[in-house]
């Protein structure tokens, strides 16, 4: 599944986040997931064309599309040698598609911070030494078994020679994600070493007022964590906001001067960072997002409704977000020219309403 896992040094906020994030979940209505696991929260992704969409067909409901994170608990220095969860945890990890590390700003002095002081890169770089000394013990076991199966030609020498280059970077104290791609190694058979370090990362930075004022530090610990996308937010203050309902949430945020929800600008930089994006349906029952990968082509989005519709795929008529609104209904859009006919080697954009044509 398509989930981030969330990870940080202990009393960081991560329980007060992820306890936001479940709770975000279960308020999100008419969820059409069975299960509920005490260590995933699965929060919609806001999407203000899904209101504007359900009010020209008068949608009985909206489905936006959803974002999955699971909490990883039990990093710790030592992590990588056994120590808390250890190997649990680094097996929890692998699973995700991309780990979101959650740093202490916040200054409080009733919080004991683990390590003695409230340092947001020394926590970086404490949690990045134990991802990448897992890395190194992986590819330790890794390297003599390619050697040999190159020699014995079972192996390609790329694989091998990317795993040499991964574990340059790696006893320098880079993760792969930060410079795998400047030391120009081949993106393919680095993803196939399967390294935690390789994976996209996402920062958020748990910060009290004085720093979510502070643009300063902000633009610092961004730098810092280039090319990860950074978000600054109040953990205490977002699990007080989703216990609010919509339009006093919208009124705190407002008095507070932020312009959206930590949680909401989280889903968002979440999914992209999946490198995700969606495509919308609508009609008098449902107004929905679709969750495809970027480049998806017109059949394979469809099969994302149902196999049958990618299988038995015909064609899609496709009328842009923009170009819907504008003329105010789809029988308007096909007659302004604006509905496309796209046949199965059309490549989806973000904000196309589709409608399938398929023989079943
Ligand atoms: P975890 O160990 O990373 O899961 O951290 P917790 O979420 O349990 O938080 C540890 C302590 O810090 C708790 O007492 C929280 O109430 C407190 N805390 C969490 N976020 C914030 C914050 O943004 N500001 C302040 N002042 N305290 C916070």
């Known amino acids: 599944a398509l989930t981030i896992g969330i990870v940080g040094l202990p009393n960081v906020g991560k329980s007060t986040l992820f306890n936001a994030l479940t709770r975000a979940q279960v308020l999100a209505a008419n969820y059409p997931f069975a299960t509920i696991e005490p260590n995933v929260g699965i929060v919609p992704l806001p999407d203000p064309r899904l209101e504007v969409l359900a009010g020209i067909f008068g949608s009985q409901r909206i489905l936006p599309a959803t974002v999955s994170f699971v909490d990883i ?196 930089v979440g999914f992209h960072t999946l490198g995700l994006q969606t495509y919308l349906t609508a009609g008098p029952k449902e107004t929905r997002a679709w969750t495809i990968h970027r480049g998806w082509t017109a059949p394979q989005a469809a099969g994302v409704i149902h196999t049958d519709f990618q299988r038995g795929f015909i064609k899609a008529e496709v009328i842009g977000f923009d170009d819907l609104v504008e003329t105010g209904s789809i029988a308007a859009a096909r007659a302004a020219g604006k509905a496309r006919v796209e046949g199965k080697d059309y490549v989806m954009a973000d904000g196309d309403v589709v409608e399938f044509r398929f023989n079943v």
């Not at 190159?150 to 990317?162: C, I």
């Not at 081949?186 to 390294?195: H, R, Y």
């Not at 370090?197 to 610092?220: E, H, R």
């Open 73 to 268: 608990a039990g990093i710790v220095r030592g992590a990588s040698e056994g120590e808390g969860l250890g190997n649990k945890f680094l097996a929890n990890i692998r699973e995700a598609e991309a780990i979101c590390q959650v740093t202490r700003v916040f200054a409080d002095p009733d919080v004991i911070h683990v390590e003695g002081k409230v340092s947001p890169k020394d926590d970086i770089e404490t949690i990045n030494t134990e991802l990448i000394l897992a890395d190194l013990q992986t590819l330790e076991k890794a390297i003599p078994r390619l050697e040999k199966e190159v020699r014995g030609k079972k192996a390609e020498q790329g694989l091998l020679d990317a795993a040499i280059g991964a574990r340059t970077l790696l006893e320098a104290g880079t993760t792969l994600f930060q410079g795998a791609a400047a030391a120009g190694l081949d993106p393919e058979q680095v993803a196939a070493l399967q390294l935690m370090t390789a994976k996209p990362f996402i920062y958020v930075f748990n910060t009290d007022d004085a720093g979510l004022a502070d643009a300063a530090t902000q633009a610092d610990l961004r730098a810092f964590v280039a090319p990860a996308d950074a978000i600054f937010l109040d953990a205490k203050f977002e699990s007080e906001l989703v216990e609010l309902e919509p339009d006093e949430a919208a009124e705190m945020l407002s008095e507070t001067g932020i312009e959206e929800a930590g949680l909401d600008q989280l889903a968002r």
